[in-house]
Structures are given as C-alpha cells and as structure tokens.
C-alpha cells in the first residue's frame, strides 16, 4: 500500500502572512489598499468582497470602515462602495466633450482616474490634433489639456501688443538661459552642441547661400517650348 502524498500548507502560510501584515498596517493604509482596488476594478464591492480581494476586512475594523464610507474619493450606497473619479466620463467621446468645455485648460490631474484607458484616450486625442496636452517642465503646477479650437481662445489686444513688443535675444544660449530663469526646461541644449561640433571640426557659422543667377541674354535658351519665361530678353 502506497503512502499518502504529503500535505503542502506552504501556500496557504504565505497567505495566512501577507493578511496578517496587511491587517498589522495602520488604517490609512489599508483604507488606500481598499480604495486602490475600488479604483482598480471600477466595481460595486460589499465590505466581504473587499476583504477577499485585498484582505482588508472593513466590517472588523470601525476605524478603515469610517475613513473608507467617508473618504471622498468613495460613494458608499449603505452595502456596496464605489470609486468616485471627480469626472465621471465613460470613454473617449465623453472625455474630449468635457475638454472641449474648459477652453482655458483642464489638469490631466482631474482626468486621470476618469476610467481606467483615459491616458491612452488623451494621447490619442493629441495624435488626432483634438486637443493640446502642456507640460510644465520643472514647474510644481500640473500638466493641462487644451481643446484645439482656437476660436475658443480669445486673447487681449494689450497681452498681443505686449507680447510683439518682446525683444528675443539674437543667440540661442540667452534664450536658453532665460528659460531655465523662469522654471522652464528647453528643448535645446545649443551649447552642448557647439562643443560637440567644435571637437569633431564643423563650423558654427551658417552656410552662406549661394548667389543665385538669374537669366541673362547670355544664356544658351534651350525652352524653346516656353517662350513666356523670357520674354524679357528679347
């Protein structure tokens, strides 16, 4: 008679481990595992679905349960919690609608926890030229979306005359420079490049245009097909 094969409780211990850390945790944190998987699943979920799903038993903890029923991020109906995005937008369609009707921009911020695809949306969006996405490089303000309309966007004659009578300066290091000042990060790194052209012997200078020749009575005419571009040399 074979012996019976041995019982194997490592998984179920492992298991058994990550609940009690996960319930050894403080509040705070376990409300924001709770909120994670709301956020997550986008599902209608009672208190013994979240603590199956992510072992945080809201029933058994009044502390988790109080700061989950009332964090404002979280619709609880009196059984079920729901995620609550600020923006309650269902796909593509609904999310440039809303862009659409805040022609001074509108964070990515508020638009992130919208629906789980939205960053693909808003990309997409930008590829189809629907709307701006700006970055603030080296800024703490968020990144904005803009409709791309711009009979929305009506622009003061004084901020027009004043931004005409803005003086750049000639040499693309100052631009540079005067960008960083002012929190931004540029595009172009010209000094880097100048030193690099300089180590492999390119010239800086820009290519001078060849002096074009324009046609004289000289000039051997072989159109003779088109009379009318030299009407002038006869």
């Not at 990309?123 to 990144?143: C, P, R, Y």
């Not at 030193?195 to 290519?207: L, T």
Request: aromatic share 6%.
């Amino acid at each position: 008679m074979s012996a019976a094969p041995a019982l194997k409780f490592s998984s179920d211990i492992e298991r058994l481990q990550q609940i009690n850390t996960i319930r050894n945790t403080s509040a705070a944190a376990q409300t924001k595992r709770a909120i994670d998987l709301l956020k997550e699943t986008r599902q209608a979920l009672t208190a013994e679905q979240i603590n199956e799903a992510c072992y945080v038993d809201v029933k058994a903890n009044k502390d988790v349960f109080d700061r989950l029923s009332k964090n404002f991020k979280v619709y609880y109906d009196g059984t079920r919690f729901f995620y609550k995005p600020k923006h309650d937008l269902k796909d593509k369609t609904q999310l440039l609608k809303l862009i659409q009707n805040f022609p001074e921009g509108i964070a990515v911020a508020d638009l992130e926890d919208a629906y789980p695809s939205v960053d693909h949306d808003l990309k997409a969006l930008k590829a189809a030229g629907e709307i701006w996405l700006v970055s603030n490089f080296g800024s703490a303000a968020e990144d904005m979306a803009y409709p791309n309309n711009h009979r929305a966007i009506k622009v003061d004659d004084d901020l027009k005359q004043l931004f005409r009578g803005i003086e750049l300066p000639r040499d693309m290091i100052d631009i540079e420079k005067d960008l960083q000042k002012n929190g931004m990060k540029p595009a172009t790194n010209t000094g880097k490049r100048r030193a690099q052209a300089q180590v492999h012997g390119i010239s800086n200078k820009p290519e001078q245009k060849k002096k074009k020749h324009g046609i004289s009575k000289r000039t051997k005419l072989t159109n003779s097909h088109l009379p009318e571009l030299f009407k002038d040399l006869s």
